[in-house]
């Protein structure tokens, strides 16, 4: 998971994010943002996340451990 | 020389409209069952009906290399003439723009509309297919002439869809008729990610006049299409998707 940090940046369109970062907190936060992250568990990661389990994520560590965990 | 059978193709046939349609149609017509799942194919087959007959064609029409030539062995194997074809075969993914790699668009873009225009091309061969073909419905989608976020890959491939079924519809006229079905949101396995969803469903509920539709609803329009009572019709979309894209209320 090297490069989650990066990814997650550029979907958030920030320049980097830290780990207790809230989701909603930033300005691009919506449902689009949602499905970006959703498609990068799946592509990275081979993770299928909801947008439920997203949004209860809600900071980017959490985010992080969500796939962590459904990792094989 | 001797009659061969005819039957009718059904592309995407191993789940949801592509299922229910090989099902639905088995009551009238031998069909030809195509699906890139062995066991997910042979599970329809068991529900069609008993009268007439079924063949199985399996390839994951995302591999068109071969296309042209494993289905055209296919036809001269089993010594048999193609009347009818449904396009159902389809991938959707939901990925925003941003996010969207070439291998989505080389996916979307080959089974929806390559691997409909490549068997499209063996079907009129007149040595393979002896001039047999008659009509062919494409599954396309209610996106094809709107938009929605996060969709601009499948709705593109959409479109491409109906542009092709209605240029073929002329350069085909008169022996053939090809028109296309734009669906709305029907539950199956491939839109299941969007209606896994509660929040997202009751919004959808709340956007289609006549609530949300079934397998059915879109086989009962393809039977039609394909039979002799719509012998005046060719080159149209027919959008079946109770009321979703002509409401407008706020």
Partial sequence: MEKF???????????????????SSFECWDSLTILSIIALSGENYNVTLSAAE????????????????KMK | MDEKKKFVLITGASSGIGRKIAIGLSATYNVVLNGRNFEKIIATKEKCSEINEQIIFIKDLCDINELEEQFSEFIRENNIEISHFVHCAGYMKMVPLKMT?????????????????????????????????????????????????????????????????????????????????????????????????????????????????????IYEMVEFLLSEKARWITGQQFTIDGGRTINISG
């Avoid at chain 1, 940090?5 to 989701?23: F, G, P, Q, R, S």
């Fill in chain 1, 5 to 23: 940090n990066a990814n997650i940046a550029e979907i958030l369109e920030v320049d980097k994010v830290e780990m207790d970062d809230e989701l």
């Fill in chain 1, 54 to 69: 997203v949004n209860n994520a809600k900071t980017v560590g959490g985010l992080k451990e969500l796939i962590k965990s």
């Fill in chain 2, 101 to 217: 790699t070439v291998e989505t668009i080389n996916t979307t873009f080959t089974i929806n509309i390559i691997s409909a225009a490549l068997i499209l091309k063996i079907l009129i061969n007149r040595k393979l297919n002896n001039a047999a073909l008659k009509s062919a419905v494409l599954i396309s989608s209610n996106i094809s002439n709107f938009g929605a976020k996060a969709l601009s890959i499948y709705g593109a491939s959409k479109a491409g869809l109906d542009g092709l079924m209605r240029s073929l519809a002329i350069e085909l006229a008169p022996k053939i008729r090809i028109n296309s079905i734009l669906p709305g949101a029907v539950k199956t396995e491939m839109t299941e990610s969007i209606f896994d969803n509660n929040e997202t469903v009751q919004r959808m509920e709340a956007t289609y006049p006549l609530g949300l539709g079934n397998t059915n609803d």
